[in-house]
């Protein structure tokens, strides 16, 4: 059964155009993920949430926007897709607990099948 | 700024032949994640080793973190064409509280030849 799960599988859009990612999960976990990938690269986290708290990385760019409007969805919004935006988009989740000391296993981050965007 | 250098970053071997694949940092995790990922697939988990000096095993894949938890190795016994893929190593480094952020080793990208 799926656990996380991306929409589209496949996005196609043009220079310029915004477009929106989906991912949603039943794992109910508060940690919510969106990383980048290129070709023969590890993924490179772009943000992520801590229940509705929103953690921007620093290099990541104000053209990528996300959107959590509850503990399952979470969006990735691209408000000008250029070229160099084409790439594997990944959602990934984990469960953390606040201040706990039983880390380890609840770092464990589960990822979805991921959103292939391709630029035109 | 945590770092994790993941060796070799290709190989390619023939069925049945062993290999090992290692991950080191100067820094410390509170855990260390193995995922497999296949072309056009998310990244899929296949161990978290959490205690210094654990070893997991999955069928023909073990798995070793280092004693002061800034390594890892993943080994496979007797490869098939079907352990093929990118094998990515990432460490948790956790956040006071804001969940944990991986820090991925560059990747390994396996082939294995029938």
């Known amino acids: 059964d799926a656990m996380v799960i991306q929409n589209p599988r496949y996005q196609v859009t043009q220079f310029g155009k915004p477009v929106t990612l989906s991912c949603s999960q039943t794992?109910?976990?508060?940690?919510m993920y969106w990383y980048q990938q290129k070709s023969s690269q590890a993924p490179k986290l772009l943000f992520h949430?801590?229940?509705?708290?929103?953690?921007n990385e620093a290099d990541t760019p104000d053209n990528f926007q996300s959107r959590r409007p509850n503990t399952s969805f979470c969006f990735l919004d691209i408000r000008s897709p250029g070229l160099g935006d084409a790439a594997m988009y990944l959602c990934?989740?984990?469960?953390?607990?606040?201040?706990?000391?039983?880390?380890?296993?609840?770092?464990?981050?589960?990822f979805g099948p991921g959103t292939r965007l391709t630029v035109l | 700024t945590q770092l994790l250098e993941q060796s070799p970053q290709f190989l390619s071997i023939q069925e049945g032949e062993n290999l090992t694949v290692y991950c080191n940092s100067s820094s410390v995790f509170s855990s260390l994640q193995w995922y497999r990922q296949e072309p056009g697939e998310g990244p899929v988990l296949l161990v978290t080793?959490?205690?210094?000096?654990e070893v997991k095993k999955l069928k023909r894949l073990t798995f070793q973190f280092g004693d002061a938890r800034k390594d890892s190795s993943l080994h496979i016994t007797a490869a098939q064409p079907g352990d093929t893929g990118l094998y990515l190593c990432a460490g948790t480094y956790r956040f006071y509280n804001q969940g944990g952020k991986l820090i991925f080793g560059q990747g390994t990208e396996l082939s294995v030849k029938p």
């Open positions: 949430y801590y229940d509705k708290d929103f953690n």
């Open positions: 990934a989740t984990s469960q953390n607990k606040f201040l706990s000391r039983l880390a380890g296993e609840g770092d464990t981050q589960y």
């Open positions: 794992l109910n976990h508060n940690v």
């Open positions: 080793v959490v205690t210094g000096g």
